[in-house]
């Protein structure tokens, strides 16, 4: 009865390398989120998906690419990695109708752990 | 400018004590104040929130102070337990951005709780 899981949980890869980070809701929400902690546990948003269509794309490296297939999936994309890519990635949702008031609860996902070496 | 700042960045606290972190933002144009807990290993999850139309908030051992005038906005956490141990974020946010900044929760640096037995 998991409200927002992903996988893997733990990610440990070489750097240069791609990888993938799955991200599924199963509360019927509108809106899923990709957010980074980094090691000084700072929360930042990446991106964030309302029914599918990207509304929110912070400054981030276009060798991240969100894609979400249907809206209770938001899958996190990663290119050629780097040593700065090691963090904590949470992916969270909400519900929340497009234009509506943004003030709904995010649910977050119990983050996946990506160590690059 | 975005930033929420938040103090301090540890905490200890011992239990039966009041716990107390303080936020301050810029952006006049934030409405909506949530504040998350982190326990480690797990994603944050919604404590309280408010909005600026009211001064305090209650729920049970929690409660917001808002002060508008002063662009800042406190938790305090009653009689203060061991099990509160945890990291604890502010955030604001436009409730009515639309556009790119729907559903965008800026969050401040994040404040290591730890109340002592």
């Known amino acids: 009865d998991t409200a927002v899981s992903q996988t893997p949980k733990y990610l440990v890869t070489q750097m240069g390398n791609d990888k993938s980070i799955k991200c599924e809701q199963n509360?019927?929400?509108?809106?899923m989120y990709w957010y980074k902690q980094d090691s000084k546990k700072f929360l930042k948003i990446m991106f964030s998906?309302?029914?599918?269509?990207?509304?929110i794309n912070e400054t981030v490296p276009n060798r991240f690419s969100p894609k979400s297939p249907d809206k209770a999936h938001l899958n996190l994309h990663i290119n050629s990695l780097e040593l700065g890519d090691s963090a904590v990635y949470f992916c969270?949702?909400?519900?929340?109708?497009?234009?509506?008031?943004?003030?709904?609860?995010?649910?977050f996902g119990p983050g996946t752990r990506l160590t690059v070496l | 400018q975005q930033q929420v700042k938040q103090s301090p960045q540890s905490l200890i606290v011992q239990k039966g004590g009041i716990s107390i972190i303080n936020c301050a933002y810029e952006?006049?144009?934030?409405?909506?104040f949530p504040w998350y807990q982190q326990f480690p290993g797990k994603g944050p999850a919604l404590l309280i929130a408010?909005?600026?139309?009211?001064s305090e908030k209650k729920e049970g051992r929690f409660t917001i102070s808002f002060n508008k005038s002063a662009k800042q906005f406190s938790l305090h956490i009653m009689d203060s337990q061991p099990g509160d141990s945890a990291t604890y974020f502010c955030?604001?946010?436009?409730?009515?951005?639309?556009?790119?900044?729907?559903?965008?929760?800026?969050f401040g640096q994040g404040t290591i709780l730890t109340v002592h037995p």
């Open positions: 998906y309302n029914n599918k269509e990207l509304i």
């Open positions: 408010i909005r600026p139309d009211v």
């Open positions: 952006n006049t144009a934030f409405d909506y």
């Open positions: 969270a949702s909400s519900q929340e109708g497009h234009w509506l008031a943004s003030t709904d609860t995010q649910y």
């Open positions: 509360l019927g929400h509108d809106t």
């Open positions: 955030a604001a946010s436009l409730s009515n951005a639309g556009g790119t900044s729907y559903g965008k929760l800026t």
